[in-house]
């Protein structure tokens, strides 16, 4: 069983708007007020782990140890089975430049890579979210997403974020960036961690 949330604040422990916002809609409705770390100043820990659990871990922690709230981190990636994962868990470490971050260019080195090993299409991929609801006891909780689908090549679309053009989900024909936020969160690997999220902490006991 999981330990349940009964405070009423949060801490999402994100200097992401993007992040933090989505995760403050998607608790709302369970009257959860939430705060994020850049609105604490809290520093932003060194993210040194491989996995998504252990990144989620290091942020929840030390976000939760640093306010005295329950914190909750996000923790997410994309791999490619061709590329034995890769970029996973540097996913957002692949986009770095000086200027800031290009996921144009690390779409492409994706797409490069696979192109080197002569990969076999369809190139399959997945999108990854690991959610870590900490304590500041120590205790916490994993929550981890998955969606499942294949890459294309050029990417297509101006919606979402990071390798949505790239991206087409199972049994769909456009990529994450060519459909509406809405589509895409009815069914991601955000949306499906933050369902488990839900039903083992924040709903209620009724049956
Ligand atoms: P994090 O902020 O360390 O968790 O990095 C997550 C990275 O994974 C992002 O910068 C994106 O590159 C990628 N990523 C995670 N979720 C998505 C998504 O829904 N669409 C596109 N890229 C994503």
Same mark, same amino acid.
């Given at each position: 069983?999981?330990?349940?949330?009964?405070?009423?604040?949060?801490?999402?422990a994100?200097?992401?708007?993007?992040?933090?916002?989505?995760?403050? #809609?998607?608790?709302?409705?369970?009257?959860?007020?939430?705060?994020?770390?850049?609105?604490?100043?809290?520093?932003? %820990?060194e993210?040194?782990?491989?996995?998504? #659990?252990?990144?989620?871990?290091?942020?929840?922690?030390?976000?939760?140890?640093?306010?005295?709230?329950?914190?909750?981190?996000?923790?997410?990636?994309?791999s490619?089975?061709?590329?034995?994962?890769?970029?996973?868990v540097?996913?957002?470490?692949?986009?770095?430049? %000086?200027?800031?971050?290009?996921?144009?260019?690390?779409?492409?080195?994706?797409?490069?890579?696979?192109?080197?090993?002569?990969? %076999?299409?369809?190139?399959?991929?997945?999108?990854?979210c690991?959610?870590?609801?900490?304590?500041?006891?120590?205790?916490?909780?994993?929550?981890?997403?998955?969606?499942?689908?294949?890459?294309?090549?050029?990417?297509?679309?101006?919606l979402g974020?990071?390798?949505?053009?790239?991206?087409?989900?199972?049994?769909?024909?456009?990529?994450?960036?060519?459909?509406?936020?809405?589509?895409?969160?009815?069914?991601?690997?955000?949306?499906?961690?933050?369902?488990?999220?839900?039903?083992a902490?924040?709903?209620?006991?009724?049956?």
């Open positions: 069983m999981a330990r349940r949330f009964e405070g009423e604040k949060l801490l999402v994100s200097h992401n708007a993007g992040k933090v916002r989505e995760i403050g #809609e998607l608790l709302a409705p369970y009257g959860i007020e939430t705060v994020s770390a850049a609105d604490l100043d809290l520093p932003a %820990p993210e040194t782990e491989s996995t998504f #659990e252990g990144n989620a871990r290091i942020k929840a922690h030390a976000a939760a140890k640093a306010s005295g709230l329950p914190a909750l981190s996000d923790d997410s990636g994309f490619v089975a061709a590329l034995d994962g890769a970029p996973g540097y996913a957002a470490d692949w986009a770095e430049t %000086p200027q800031g971050r290009d996921f144009g260019m690390a779409m492409q080195r994706v797409w490069d890579e696979c192109e080197a090993k002569s990969a %076999p299409e369809p190139r399959t991929a997945a999108f990854h690991c959610l870590c609801l900490a304590w500041p006891d120590g205790h916490d909780e994993i929550f981890m997403g998955t969606v499942s689908g294949s890459i294309t090549w050029p990417p297509r679309g101006a974020f990071g390798y949505d053009p790239m991206f087409v989900r199972a049994g769909e024909t456009r990529t994450f960036g060519e459909i509406s936020a809405q589509e895409k969160h009815a069914d991601s690997h955000r949306a499906r961690a933050f369902a488990l999220l839900v039903d902490v924040f709903k209620g006991d009724e049956a």
